[in-house]
């Protein structure tokens, strides 16, 4: 992800709706992409990663997809729920040795789910 | 299943007192640990990492160091604490063949 220290963009969704979160990602040699979410005054959360050879993974309610062309990824999260407010976090991790994956965060993105 | 504690959760400090927060992971053995700092409204900063005992890499110059003096546990430590210092510290670990990171619930300090 590319972290410039912007503030945080925002989403609004009305609950019950689709939301899609994006991220651009600047490493071309990236090859495991990894979505998170944090709410507020926690760490964290994983939800749902992504290697370099597949374009689409889904979990219960979201998808993630993958663009190497324009090393874009994004994250659907399917008939939203007020539980689903929180900053998303998108990362990746560029090949290297193993034992040292060190994730580049992108800068973040708060979703609202309007009720 | 593997857990990841941190403490203490909130921290007040003046400027200038020493800082000591601690990070243990259970469940796992060799992990890699990581702190990270994250500003209000901003994303992660990763300052220290570890793949071992003893083995601690700096990702940026501050007024910080850390310490892993166990295999699962991991410590940041300041001797005297500016201003700047007030955040979001987060501890993660990684391993068992995954380079997933998992976060601990984080000590948010603010330095008066």
């Known amino acids: 992800g590319e972290s410039v220290g912007l503030h945080l963009p925002t989403l609004s969704v009305q609950e019950g709706d689709n939301s899609i979160i994006n991220c651009a990602y600047s490493?071309?040699?990236?090859?495991?992409f990894i979505w998170y979410k944090q709410e507020s005054g926690k760490g964290p959360q994983f939800i749902i990663d992504?290697?370099?050879?597949?374009d689409k993974r889904q979990g219960q309610r979201v998808t993630v997809l993958l663009n190497k062309t324009v090393k874009h990824l994004s994250l659907q999260i399917a008939a939203t729920q007020p539980g689903d407010s929180a900053v998303y976090f998108c990362a990746d991790l560029p090949p290297g040795n193993f034992g040292n994956e060190k994730l580049t965060f992108g800068t973040g993105t708060r979703l609202t789910i309007i009720p | 299943s593997q857990t990841i504690h941190q403490w203490p959760a909130t921290l007040v400090q003046p400027v200038g007192s020493p800082l000591s927060l601690e990070c243990t992971v259970e469940?796992?053995?060799?992990?890699?640990l990581y702190w990270y700092r994250q500003a209000a409204g901003r994303g992660l900063q990763l300052l220290f990492y570890s793949v071992g005992i003893g083995q601690i890499s700096s990702e940026v110059p501050q007024n910080l160091s850390a310490s892993r003096p166990q295999d699962r546990q991991f410590i940041l430590s300041s001797k005297k604490l500016l201003l700047s210092d007030s955040g979001f510290y987060l501890c993660a670990w990684s391993g068992g063949g995954s380079e997933t990171q998992y976060f601990g619930p984080g000590t948010r300090l603010l330095v008066l």
């Open positions: 992504i290697r370099s050879n597949m």
């Open positions: 490493n071309s040699a990236s090859d495991y």
């Open positions: 469940g796992t053995s060799n992990p890699n």
